[in-house]
Nanobody
Framework: QVQLVESGGGLVQPGGSLRLSCAASGCTSDYYAIGWFRQALGKEREGVLCISSSDGSTYYADSVKGRFTISRDNAKNTVYLQMNSLQPEDTAVYYC????????????????WGQGTQVTVSS
């Protein structure tokens, strides 16, 4: 079992920044892929940032390129999503997910999900 816990969400003004954290625990040795997803109210869940298990390349949704980045702290077994220049369109529940492999940044590729953290961008 792998447990994922997101944190760092909240209310931020347009143009502001947030850093989301995804702390992983449990048996993670077989899980090489981490993805960040989001779901806005009334919309489908979409992939935001995912790391491919084939070549390690990072997928960025077009809407977040140049604004969002992913990083990790191996000692803490934590992955971060740095979100800059936030806009109201970024308002959503953000989820981190873990899986054995990822190629397309799609939900079915991931086996474990966090509970989600709300990000609200509003003035």
């Amino acid at each position: 079992q792998v447990q994922l816990v997101e944190s760092g969400g909240g209310l931020v003004q347009p143009g502001g920044s947030l850093r989301l954290s995804c702390a992983a625990s449990g048996c993670t040795s077989d899980y090489y892929a981490i993805g960040w997803f989001r779901q806005a109210l009334g919309k489908e869940r979409e992939g935001v940032l995912c790391i491919s298990s084939s070549d390690g390349s990072t997928y960025y949704a077009d809407s977040v390129k140049g604004r969002f980045t992913i990083s990790r702290d191996n000692a803490k077994n934590t992955v971060y999503l740095q979100m800059n220049s936030l806009q109201p369109e970024d308002t959503a529940v953000y989820y981190c997910a873990a899986g054995a492999r990822s190629y397309y940044c799609s939900g079915p590729e991931y086996d474990y999900w966090g509970q989600g953290t709300q990000v609200t961008v509003s003035s």
